[in-house]
């Protein structure tokens, strides 16, 4: 097993899936930021962090390995401020070196042209707001199938034991098509099929039916409204892949936004 960059041992840490949902998020005031924030006062502050977006969506596997990791402002039509947002936490190029070989024999390049994204940064900015851990992304290989991506998530695993804490953001249902905007700011909202996936996804969790949610090809017809597009429900693998049987489950901001969003986000403890 290669060397880890970190010399001492820590507590190990939870794992975290964040339902990212709109980029205002990072700016905003609402009951789905004060949960990012309550979250990160519940275990101790990590070393560093593995973020695996929905936004960092790739044919092939990369990690980030620059010391100074931009913040990229992934989308459009919002208003200026949201634009002028800065997250500058520094990278780890160690840590990065370390993942790409623990991966191994997954091919996983070194990456200096992307940053991070606002899958990573407009969630991260609530939980450490003076963005003061290292932070990494690892991107998700679009070719690969989510019983690979959680093959993937547990040669990570030791990783927990040396005080890196890991982010999957997504969001377990996202149909941006069908969305509702006029519902976006009441949770709540949905359609009765996002409604029946969020419910369903939650009964897998709480089950350990992991199997369930990794065979999605299996997964019942909402399932295919509630997840057109793999890329934000991916991120979830990770979490499946490094959970532990002695680990216990806790969903917070558990609601569903503008019919067709679940910001539902899970921490594993």
Known sequence: ?????????????????????????????NTFVEGFRQVANLFQKPKAIICISAH????????THDEHPKTIHDFYGFPPPLYEVRYPAIGHPALATQVEALLRPTEVNLDTSWGLDHGCWSVLKHLYPDASVPVIQLSLDRTKPAAEHYTMAKRLAHLREEGILLVGSGNLVHNLRLVDFNQLNNPGAAYPWAAEASAYIKQCLKERDFNSLINTQQQPAFMQLAVPTP???????YLLGL???????????DELVGGSISMTSLLVH
């Open 1 to 29: 097993m290669p060397t880890t960059p970190f010399a001492t041992k820590a507590e190990k840490t939870p794992l975290l899936f964040l339902g990212h949902g709109s980029p205002m998020n990072a700016i905003e005031e």
């Open 56 to 63: 960092w969506y790739t044919k092939g596997s990369f990690v």
């Open 231 to 237: 890329d934000h429900y991916l991120p979830l693998m």
């Open 243 to 253: 959970w532990e049987d002695n680990e216990k489950l806790t969903l917070f901001n």
